[in-house]
RNA sequence: GGUUCGGUAGCUCAGCUGGAUAGAGCGUCAUCCUUCUAAGAUGAGGGUCAUUGGUUCGAAUCCAAUCCGGAUCACCA
């Protein structure tokens, strides 16, 4: 349990005691007490003194000396002012907890709790490569994942592809008109840039035929409908759906251009997932679904024979799920896989990781599926995030600003070897060893820093000021672990051995802060998952490695005044490196022994 | 227009179940490498927490209204 838990529990028994009123432990308020005052945490007076009908004064000494004497083993002493009660804790509570803890690569990990949960995320289109968008995606579900693995849930990680459609069909048949028989390889590109390409020359010629056809006096709404690429387009998915030979023949051979490209990024930035789905296998899906729908009243027919759903008493609108020609839509789709995967694998909760401009499609998707009694219903989470602009605002695949997901991992790789070979520190590694730290280094900024925002939040980045180094950033922590892992090398090459220790002098403010904040990270950790939210973490585990520099600037540790010292400061050096680096892969990113 | 999310330092962001003098990073200025890695540390400067009103011992945080910005309100996915 943790320690703001256990001084919650601890006032409220004491207020029971006390004053025979019964206080949740949850309406009690237990902050870090502010460091121009002396203690370490503080109880908040002011919300109980009305009911007890106390001054805050007379309460806070009261209730303070019963703390006191009643928790020997918690607290040395406290002090009152203006209403808040200051408690001290006992040094040896601190030391108890970093000898229970120092050697445990896996603390702040909970034990499994037997709950499965889905996590969907990537959700790519076959038709472009992935860009800056996909990349926060990837990144948030990759640390959601990671992060509820490590609260105790087994997760199962799912994809689903958005490959087809008439978007996919421009592709192909630009590709058709315009390529030549040529392919990635014969071209020396990766398969979904070069899928992509024909995409956007699709149209590029279809703009061109809109302005020819408008010359020749035809408005411009029938020009868009009139032009030849785009009926040749809409041909081509009809031939696609009555499975002509042909077609998918052609399209299979482009999937599979894009599908190894896609894999190429998914494995440089470390994405995987243990099922994908493929919209071309589910977009029939659902359909019994309707007829089960129409048969509870859930749905209603209109004349022409669509199927809708009424969802204005529930503040929304009415939603169509079959059209009048039979096919079902994109909400349909939808149901019919959660059906489909809760049946496969019996998840408890079902994460889908998207964008936020499908607020209302997950708030209509879990509704209907509540109002058709599906079991996978209350599960269903939209993790929404925000979407990642540029200074001059949103990316403009029109206008060329669209930030590519390869180019950009590139880049961060290139900039981290620039760094390092600027600072000349690791000139004794071999190629092998530099390119792996290049990537850590390079990657770990670049997800630290689509991480560390909430992701709920819109976001800006600014590809002038490329990603930083210092600061708030991956590569600090990625620097503040290294440094640790000098010392512990150092120390253990001398064959020193960090014994348990029972400490004699106090322990010196820095030291103290920095245990303080280690006994947080499994609450951090549990938060994060609560909320859904890695930046939880990113901003823990910074605020953790900025306290011990300061530690490591101020304090000696493999030459500290003492053995005793000097064992202390190794184990508080060796459990930060160790949550430094188990936060650092709950946002996806590894830490560098050296560098 | 309806719904919804947001507006905090020059910039990018924390803080929001109400709590003590609103915090970081970047940028600016100053100091610190014969001493465990300077991708570092220390300090300075920088704010009418969009505006107005309300609730109360106390409001960046809650409520209401207003202003500004985004998303959405598709038989696209």
Request: glycine content about 6%.
């Amino acid at each position: 349990m943790s320690l703001i838990s256990k001084i919650k529990q601890a006032t409220t028994a004491a207020i029971a005691n006390l004053y025979t009123v019964e206080i949740p432990e949850n309406a009690i308020l237990v902050n870090a007490t502010k460091p121009e005052f002396e203690g370490d945490y503080t109880v908040v007076l002011f919300a109980f003194v009305k009911q007890l009908k106390k001054s805050p004064d007379a309460l806070g000494q009261e209730l303070g000396s019963y703390l006191v004497a009643n928790n020997p083993s918690l607290f040395t002493g406290f002090n009152i002012i203006k209403g808040f009660l200051n408690l001290s804790v006992i040094d040896s509570f601190w030391i108890d907890f970093l000898q229970s803890q120092f050697t445990n690569d896996n603390y702040g990990i909970a034990p499994k709790n037997g709950e499965k949960v889905m996590v969907e995320y990537s959700s790519p289109n076959t038709n472009k490569p992935l860009h800056l968008g996909h990349l926060r995606n990837n990144f948030l579900g990759w640390s959601i994942a990671e992060i509820l693995k490590a609260n105790g849930y087994d997760v199962v990680k799912t994809c689903i592809v958005n490959d087809r459609g008439i978007h996919i069909c421009k592709s192909m048949v630009a590709w058709q008109l315009f390529a030549n028989g040529a392919t990635p390889e014969s071209e020396g590109k990766k398969g979904d840039h070069f899928v992509g390409e024909y995409y956007v020359k699709f149209n590029d010629e279809y703009k061109r035929q809109i302005e020819e056809l408008a010359v020749s006096g035809i408005t411009k709404d029938l020009a868009e409908k009139k032009a030849p690429i785009m009926l040749a387009a809409q041909k081509m998915l009809q031939d696609w759906e009555a499975g002509d030979a042909e077609v998918i023949s052609l399209w299979e051979r482009m999937n599979t251009w894009v599908y190894a490209g896609f894999n190429t990024t998914y494995k440089a930035i470390g994405s995987d997932f243990d099922r994908t789905y493929y919209e071309s296998q589910t977009y029939l899906l659902g359909k019994d679904l309707v007829e089960k729908g129409l048969e509870k009243g859930v749905f209603y027919q209109k004349e022409d024979s669509s199927v809708w759903i009424d969802l204005t008493a529930d503040g929304l609108d009415e939603k169509i799920v079959r059209r009048k020609d039979g096919t079902s839509v994109y909400i349909t789709q939808d149901i019919g896989l959660a059906v489909d995967k809760y049946e496969e694998y019996h998840c408890s909760k079902s994460i889908y990781v998207v964008g936020d401009e499908q607020n209302y499609h997950f708030k209509v998707l879990k509704l209907i599926c509540q109002k058709l009694g599906l079991p996978s219903a209350d599960g269903i989470f939209h993790l929404s995030y925000g979407m990642v602009e540029l200074p001059t605002g949103k990316m403009k695949s029109r206008e060329g600003t669209v930030v590519d997901a390869d180019d950009l991992v590139a880049e961060m790789i290139a900039i981290s070897q620039h760094k390092t070979e600027e600072l000349g520190k690791v000139k004794d590694f071999n190629p092998e060893e530099l390119t792996g730290l290049y990537n850590t280094i390079g990657l770990g900024a670049l997800k630290f820093f689509l991480l560390r925002v909430d992701p709920k939040k819109k976001m800006v980045f600014n590809p002038e000021e490329s990603i930083e180094f210092q600061g708030f950033t991956g590569p600090f922590i990625q620097f503040i672990h290294a440094r640790i892992k000098s010392i512990l090398r150092k120390m253990s090459a001398e064959g020193f051995v960090m014994e348990s220790i029972a400490l004699t002098d106090k322990l010196l403010p820095l030291e103290k802060a920095i245990i303080v904040e280690l006994e947080l990270f499994p609450s951090i950790i549990s938060d994060a998952a609560n909320e859904y939210d890695p930046s939880k973490i990113a901003i823990y585990i910074y605020n953790l490695a900025k306290t011990f520099s300061s530690f490591y600037s101020e304090l000696k540790i493999a030459n500290a005044e003492s053995d005793e010292k000097k064992t202390l400061r190794l184990q508080l050096a060796q459990l930060t490196a160790s949550v430094l680096k188990t936060g650092m892969q709950l946002l996806g990113a590894s830490v560098p022994e050296r560098m």
